[in-house]
């Protein structure tokens, strides 16, 4: 059974970056059939994709990232703990939301398996 | 980007009953559309992906329809368990986004 352990804090402060960390277990962030991705849900927003990483040939990864976030995201994979990680710069406080991360199936674009949510709170 | 427009926003409804949700697009997307369960304080669940492929597991009661830029969500024979929030997600172009969300409540 394919889970995601999402790790990191509740509470950063404006102007700071955002770190979050899901750890995969029961799949592999190699598997080139699978993308990963996180996105984040907030009363005002709803829910809104992010960005995702996957790896697509000859040890290369690739990663799209949505544009109202684009300047400020990084999403990288760590194939030595079987994770992936979320950064985001300069966070505002409408960076406030629960974040989650999800599994991807390239072949239809859905995301089948979620993390349990982290609540992220963008306060001094 | 494209947006996704989700009615109703609210539907009251009783156990037993078929209920239908639709999702519409502001620009065709194919059949990239999928469906996901949410209750309070939990994940999104994936119901529904490529427009009416039923996920592994999901109840048969559960189906979809649609291509281009409408699709529908029907649960047939509502059960106490659906009492939830539904969406609908596009993927076109490197994006993806979400509808706006339809609760199910209890009539």
């Known amino acids: 059974q394919v889970q995601l352990q999402q790790s990191g804090p509740g509470l950063v402060k404006p102007s700071q970056t955002l770190s979050l960390t899901c750890a995969i277990s029961g799949d592999s962030i190699s598997r080139n059939s699978a993308a990963w991705n996180w996105i984040r849900q907030s009363p005002s927003r709803g829910l809104e994709w992010l960005g995702r990483t996957f790896y697509a040939s000859k040890s290369k990864w690739h990663n799209e990232y949505a544009v109202s976030v684009k300047s400020r995201i990084t999403i990288n994979p760590d194939t030595s703990k079987n994770q992936f990680s979320l950064q985001l710069n300069s966070a505002t406080p409408e960076d406030t939301a629960v974040y989650y991360c999800a599994r991807g199936q390239v072949s239809y674009y859905a995301m089948d398996v979620w993390g349990q949510g982290t609540t992220v709170t963008v306060s001094s | 980007d494209i947006q996704m427009t989700q009615s109703p926003s609210t539907l009251s409804a009783s156990v037993g009953d078929r209920v239908t949700i639709t999702c519409r697009a502001s620009?065709?997307?194919?059949?990239?559309l999928a469906w996901y369960q949410q209750k309070p304080g939990k994940a999104p669940k994936l119901l529904i992906y490529k427009a009416s492929s039923l996920e592994s597991g999901v109840p048969s009661r559960f189906s979809g329809s649609g291509s281009g830029t409408d699709f529908t969500l029907t649960i047939s024979g509502l059960q106490p368990d659906d009492f939830a929030t539904y969406y609908c997600q596009q993927y076109n172009s490197f994006s993806w986004t979400f509808g706006q969300g339809t609760k199910v409540e209890i009539k």
């Open positions: 620009q065709s997307i194919s059949s990239w």
